[in-house]
């Protein structure tokens, strides 16, 4: 069998990833580039949420037209992520994250630009190309350009801008909406494309794995065939019925197509995603937590828009400022160092059950807390928030420092396929508990009404119309404490996983150990 760039890579431990002879001041300049692309695909992923009933209005978009200009960034953005890390690694990342800006901001325009529901939507999957880019591109140059020392604080600062995009969406559509038309919320994408692109060019260096690996393209088209039909089995389940044709046949296809591509990786000479990672410890500890730490921010944050929305009452932009201090907390922690000065003191393991623990505690608390007014809301989110802090910037690390750095394009793709996959199971899992729970303790006048609206239209009284609020906030409350039950179990799962990880290396392996690419050469 031919060797593959990663048997042939230095491990972690070994050499410094390229680009560390660089000033320190330019690493952390370089940095606060890649946040900047990283944020504008983040803010997408929530913004356009609250435009919908201008997108209704001005295009007279119907019901589906909506779903799908919300969905078709996601799912194009999830079925390209393991295609575009492997393309940065291969064909050089800094050319990769070019492209991606450049993609990005032209779709962008052509989304300001669209006058009908179509035009909308393939700007839309556009925007996705350009975002798997960006969000492979961004943390592989993170692994490239920092040491062991600095990475830690690195990767936090990075995953801090994750969080605060999906915070800061709401409250930056809901702003610009009040101002302008919904236009601006892609019109807004433009200037920071360009200015990020120029950036881009002029100060991060250019990394590409060594090897001469071939592509690999049945399995590329593979893992896209899989991936977008899980994601969108799990986008259509809420709306079509978990048991409907469409949803089966979508999981269905997903599922065999992911099968098939594992059973390919594993006999082709050059794959795309080595699978034998997954004999790595390390590695499925920090996958397993990864996709539960996704799964409970991806679920809350739809509960909580819900949740301040139409049980506080609340309109979009107070919504997205009370969101705020989840944001502000996560920012704080690991802009200030204080996430990476705790790693050494914890531990890999430690760090993601402290932060899963904190995050199933927020939860926990806006369940119990959150419903009679905002300050145990405040609370829940505040505790949330550092609990993110400590547990998502662990586990990215966790899962780049399982994997050798001639991979780290890769590595980054299964990183943000996690986060695509976790949010979306847990919407749908989150959603569908919500839903059960609501229309069992509905009213007789309201029976078998499937969202909120529809229920107030069926009551007739004020104190039918009281039931049925009581009923989505009891099945909000339900929802969260399902979530905080699944993080938790989730942390003490990987904690385990990772610990083993580290035992059975032994103490010489240190924070980055090579046993990824032991057990990948098995």
């Given at each position: 069998m031919p060797p593959s760039a990663h048997d042939t890579a230095p491990s972690?431990?070994?050499?410094?990833?390229?680009?560390?002879?660089?000033s320190s001041?330019?690493?952390?300049?370089?940095?606060?580039?890649?946040?900047?692309?990283?944020?504008?695909?983040?803010?997408?992923?929530?913004?356009?949420?609250?435009?919908i009933p201008s997108l209704t209005e001005d295009l007279g978009a119907t019901t589906a037209d909506v779903q799908w200009m919300v969905n078709a960034y996601s799912l194009v953005q999830s079925g390209l992520l393991l295609i575009a890390g492997n393309s940065?690694?291969?064909?050089?990342?800094?050319?990769?994250?070019?492209i991606g800006l450049a993609l990005f901001g032209l779709a962008s325009l052509g989304a300001t630009l669209a006058t009908s529901p179509g035009m909308l939507i393939a700007a839309r999957a556009g925007m996705g190309v350009g975002g798997a880019l960006l969000v492979t591109t961004t943390l592989a140059v993170v692994m490239q350009i920092f040491d062991d020392a600095e990475r830690p604080r690195a990767i936090g600062i990075w995953s801090s801008v994750s969080s605060l995009g999906f915070a800061a969406g709401p409250l930056i559509g809901g702003a610009l909406l009040d101002h302008f038309w919904w236009g601006s919320l892609f019109l807004v994408n433009l200037p920071v494309a360009v200015l990020a692109l120029c950036a881009v060019l002029t100060l991060v260096p250019e990394s590409k794995s060594p090897g001469t690996e071939r592509p690999d393209p049945l399995g590329a088209v593979l893992s896209m065939i899989g991936m977008v039909g899980v994601v969108f089995a799990i986008i259509s389940g809420p709306v079509d019925g978990w048991l409907s044709g469409k949803v089966l046949v979508s999981a269905a296809v997903g599922f065999a197509?992911?099968?098939?591509?594992?059973?390919?990786?594993?006999h082709t000479p050059y794959p795309m995603l080595d699978m034998h990672f997954f004999r790595n410890r390390r590695f499925i500890g920090a996958v397993s937590?990864?996709?539960?730490?996704?799964?409970?921010?991806?679920?809350?944050?739809?509960?909580?828009?819900?949740?301040?929305?139409?049980?506080?009452?609340?309109?979009?932009?107070?919504?997205?400022?009370?969101?705020a201090p989840l944001a502000v907390t996560v920012v704080l922690i690991n802009f200030t160092g204080l996430g990476a000065r705790l790693m050494p003191r914890l531990g890999t393991p430690g760090m993601i059950v402290s932060g899963m623990s904190l995050l199933a505690a927020g939860l926990l608390l806006i369940a119990t807390l959150g419903g009679s007014g905002y300050g145990g809301m405040l609370a829940g989110l505040i505790v949330m928030g550092a609990g993110i802090a400590l547990a998502m910037p662990a586990m990215a690390n966790a899962i780049m420092s399982a994997i050798p750095p001639a991979k780290a394009?890769?590595?980054?793709?299964?990183?943000?396929?996690l986060m695509e996959f976790g949010q979306g199971l847990g919407v749908a899992v989150l959603g569908a508990v919500l839903t059960a729970r609501f229309q069992a303790l509905l009213p007789v006048a309201?029976?078998?009404?499937?969202?909120?609206a529809a229920a107030l239209a069926k009551s007739g009284t004020g104190a039918e119309r009281t039931a049925v609020h009581d009923a989505f906030a009891a099945g909000i409350g339900t929802g969260q404490l399902t979530g905080a039950a699944a993080v938790?179990?989730?942390?003490?799962?990987?904690?385990?996983?990772?610990?083993?990880?580290?035992?059975s290396a032994g103490p010489s392996a240190g924070p980055a150990a090579p046993e990824g690419a032991a057990a990948a050469a098995e």
């Open positions: 972690p431990s070994s050499a410094p990833p390229a680009g560390t002879d660089r001041a330019t690493r952390w300049l370089i940095l606060a580039v890649i946040c900047l692309a990283q944020l504008t695909v983040i803010l997408d992923n929530t913004v356009l949420n609250v435009a940065a690694d291969r064909y050089g990342r800094k050319k990769m994250l070019a197509g992911l099968a098939v591509f594992a059973l390919w990786e594993l937590g990864g996709i539960l730490v996704a799964f409970g921010m991806g679920g809350s944050m739809f509960l909580l828009t819900q949740h301040l929305q139409l049980v506080l009452g609340y309109g979009p932009l107070e919504a997205g400022l009370r969101m394009g890769v590595g980054a793709g299964v990183n943000g396929t309201a029976a078998g009404a499937g969202s909120l938790f179990l989730g942390g003490l799962l990987a904690a385990v996983l990772l610990r083993r990880a580290e035992r």
